[in-house]
């Protein structure tokens, strides 16, 4: 039986209007703090490391499971500055080194670089900036349409609805269901305040896209 090839994830990203950012080299400095702690949270789903490479772009290599969404939110969380993001899943055909995502090529990484130039081109009048490309047509069709309604929902937050969302991922809420009053105790606001966040905000349906699109990429494949 032939072995199937291994898969990665190819990220690829760069920060928005980086030519505008007055302190730039302050801000490439802060980026590269948070990739450290992104390693630091995330390191079993990293497979080389978050590197700045040429002027205000980085790129990374992951394992393509469902904690990749989480780790973008992470990052774009902690992240001084928006960025845009491609993402890439393939094959590697170069040596792979952990500790900078320098030097390796292939597939995963041809897709991304495609994928973050389509976003260059068009990011659905700013409310997307991250787009998917693997080898299934179809597949990237529906990943990248749910990952377009996420980016929408987060687009009309209030700064009080974002603020909320980023302390749930901090304590490590990401996924639809859980017991709001003991979340509501744990962010020391009232149970009747984070429902009506979550409800106006539309934040555990986004939970619950981000989840589709894990189980999504951790079945991904060429037979659909």
Same mark, same amino acid.
């Given at each position: 039986?032939?072995? #199937?090839?291994?898969?990665?994830?190819?990220?690829?990203?760069?920060?928005?209007?980086?030519?505008?950012?007055?302190?730039?080299?302050?801000?490439?400095?802060?980026?590269?703090?948070?990739?450290?702690?992104?390693?630091?949270?995330?390191?079993?789903?990293?497979?080389?490391?978050?590197?700045?490479?040429?002027?205000?772009?980085?790129?990374?290599?992951?394992?393509?499971?469902?904690?990749?969404?989480?780790?973008?939110?992470?990052?774009?969380?902690?992240?001084?500055?928006?960025?845009?993001?491609?993402?890439?899943?393939?094959?590697?055909? #170069?040596?792979?080194?952990?500790?900078?995502?320098?030097?390796?090529?292939?597939?995963?990484?041809?897709?991304?670089?495609?994928?973050?130039?389509?976003?260059?081109?068009?990011?659905?009048?700013?409310?997307?900036?991250?787009?998917?490309?693997?080898?299934?047509?179809?597949?990237?069709?529906?990943?990248?349409?749910?990952?377009?309604?996420?980016?929408?929902?987060?687009?009309?937050?209030?700064?009080?609805?974002?603020? #909320?969302?980023?302390?749930?991922?901090?304590?490590?809420?990401?996924?639809?269901?859980?017991?709001?009053?003991?979340?509501?105790?744990?962010?020391?606001?009232?149970?009747?305040?984070?429902?009506?966040?979550?409800? #106006?905000?539309?934040?555990?349906?986004?939970?619950?896209?981000?989840?589709?699109?894990?189980?999504?990429?951790?079945?991904?494949?060429?037979?659909?």
């Amino acid at each position: 039986m032939k072995n #199937t090839p291994k898969k990665y994830i190819a990220l690829i990203g760069d920060l928005i209007d980086s030519k505008k950012i007055k302190n730039r080299k302050e801000v490439q400095v802060q980026l590269l703090d948070v990739f450290d702690k992104i390693q630091q949270l995330y390191g079993a789903q990293i497979v080389s490391k978050f590197t700045l490479t040429v002027g205000d772009e980085f790129q990374a290599l992951l394992i393509p499971q469902s904690c990749v969404w989480k780790l973008i939110d992470h990052l774009s969380i902690l992240s001084p500055s928006p960025f845009r993001l491609g993402l890439g899943l393939g094959e590697i055909i #170069t040596q792979i080194n952990p500790n900078i995502s320098l030097g390796a090529d292939g597939e995963a990484y041809w897709r991304a670089r495609d994928a973050i130039q389509f976003v260059h081109k068009d990011n659905w009048g700013g409310k997307s900036h991250i787009l998917f490309k693997g080898h299934n047509d179809h597949q990237d069709q529906v990943i990248n349409s749910l990952i377009l309604a996420g980016e929408t929902i987060k687009a009309n937050w209030s700064q009080v609805q974002r603020e #909320t969302f980023d302390k749930l991922v901090a304590i490590d809420i990401y996924e639809p269901d859980f017991t709001q009053n003991e979340v509501a105790d744990r962010l020391g606001i009232s149970a009747q305040a984070l429902s009506k966040r979550l409800i #106006t905000g539309n934040i555990k349906i986004y939970f619950q896209i981000r989840q589709t699109l894990g189980q999504l990429l951790e079945d991904y494949d060429d037979r659909a």
